[in-house]
């Protein structure tokens, strides 16, 4: 989880990485699946999933066979 501003490069081997609601990342990050509820500038690359969900704000390019945009609850 990650929940503060990110410069470098971001790898997670195993599991989800989820970028939270406060977090605002300037790199490029991999994982096996990704979660974005925060701001991500860079490239998203997962070997299983990305999920935008509400409030997520992407400049990126994404690498992936799967890509889920979650709708507000109303």
């Known amino acids: 989880f990650i ?3 990110i410069l470098s490069n971001i790898r997670e081997l195993e599991g989800a990485l ?6 605002r ?4 990050i991999s994982a096996a699946d990704v979660i974005v509820r925060g701001a991500v500038s860079g490239n998203i690359s997962a070997a299983g999933s990305i999920v935008l969900e509400p409030g997520a ?3 990126v390019a994404v690498i992936i066979s799967v890509i ?3 709708s507000a609850s109303k």
Not at 25 to 28: G, R, V
């Open 18 to 23: 989820v970028v939270g609601e406060e977090a």
């Open 3 to 5: 929940a503060d501003k």
């Open 25 to 28: 990342i300037k790199s490029d």
């Open 68 to 70: 889920q945009r979650c």
């Open 57 to 59: 704000r992407v400049a």
